[in-house]
C-alpha cells in the first residue's frame, strides 16, 4: 500500500502564489509515476500535471506557463509550484500516485481557493 498525503492549500488572491506538496509512505518502490489532480464544483476531476520517475513532466493547457511540476524521489516528495493563480484555478487539488500496473494511489486532498 502506498500513502499519499497533502499539504499546501489555502486562500490567495489572483495573481498570488501557492506551492503544494505531497509526501508518499509505504511501498513507494511501486510508484512510476506521479501528479496532481484537481476538481472544481460542479466539474468533472481534470489532470494537471504529471512528472514521471525520471521527471519527463506534461502539464494540462490551461496552466502551462504557471505551474510546474517538481518530483524528489530521495524525499519521496512530489510538488506544485502554482503562480499567476486564477479564480478557475480554485479546486481541490489531489496528489496521486500510479503504479506500473495502472493502479492509482489518491491522497485526501487539499482545497486552493483564489479570490478575484
Known amino acids: 500500500q502506498v500513502q499519499l498525503v497533502e499539504s499546501g492549500g489555502g486562500l490567495v488572491q489572483a495573481g498570488g502564489s501557492l506551492r503544494l506538496s505531497c509526501l508518499a509512505s509505504g511501498t513507494i518502490f511501486r510508484i512510476n509515476a506521479m501528479g496532481w489532480y484537481r476538481q472544481a464544483p460542479g466539474k468533472q476531476r481534470e489532470l494537471v500535471a504529471v512528472i514521471s520517475r525520471n521527471t519527463v513532466t506534461s502539464y494540462t493547457d490551461s496552466v502551462k506557463g504557471r505551474f510546474t511540476i517538481s518530483r524528489d524521489n530521495a524525499k519521496n516528495t512530489v510538488s506544485l509550484q502554482m503562480n499567476s493563480l486564477k479564480a478557475e484555478d480554485t479546486a481541490v487539488y489531489y496528489c496521486?500516485?500510479?503504479?506500473?500496473?495502472?493502479?492509482?494511489?489518491w491522497g485526501q486532498g487539499t482545497q486552493v481557493t483564489v479570490s478575484s
Open positions: 496521486y500516485g500510479r503504479e506500473r500496473s495502472g493502479y492509482d494511489y
